[in-house]
C-alpha cells in the first residue's frame, strides 16, 4: 500500500486560535481528520506529524527512508530559512511536494523565497486546509506515474 507522510513545521500547531483572516479556523486536528479520511478514500497509508524544530524535522525526513512513498511539507517559516531541510529532502530518495495554507507570493517579500522548491516535485499554495487534500491526491497522481 502506497504510504504519504505529511510533515508540519513551526507554529502550525496553533492553526485555528490565532490569525484566522490569514490562516482560517481549522485546526491541525480537523486538518489530520479531513487528510486521514481523505487517505482512506485514496486507498493511502497516512502519517501525520508537526514539530516546532528544525532538527527534529530533519530526523522525521530522514526516518521517512524506506518508510514512505512520498513527503508533503508544510515547512512554515523554515520554508524560508532553512538550508537543513532543502539538504535532508535531497538526501532521502522519496519524492517531496511543498505545500502552503496562504498564498505566499502575495504576501511579505521574505515569504516568496523557498529554500525547498527546488527539490520538491511542485508546489501547492493558497487553497487553505484544502491544499492537503489536493496534495494527497498530486503525490498519488506522481507516484502512479512516475511508477
Ligand atoms: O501558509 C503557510 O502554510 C505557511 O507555511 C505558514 C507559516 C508561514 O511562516 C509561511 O510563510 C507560510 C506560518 C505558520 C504559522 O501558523 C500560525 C497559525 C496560527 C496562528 C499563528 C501562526
Known sequence: ??????LNGPNLNLLGTRQ???YGHTTLADIEAMCRNKAKALGIELGFGQSNHEGALVDEIHGARGRFDGIILNAGAYTHTSVALRDAISSVDVPMIELHLSNVHAREEF????FISAVAVGVIC?????GYALALEAMLGHLESSG
Open 111 to 114: 515569504r516568496h523565497k523557498s
Open 126 to 130: 493558497g487553497f487553505g486546509a484544502r
Open 20 to 22: 484566522p483572516d490569514v
Open 1 to 6: 500500500m502506497t504510504a504519504i507522510l505529511i
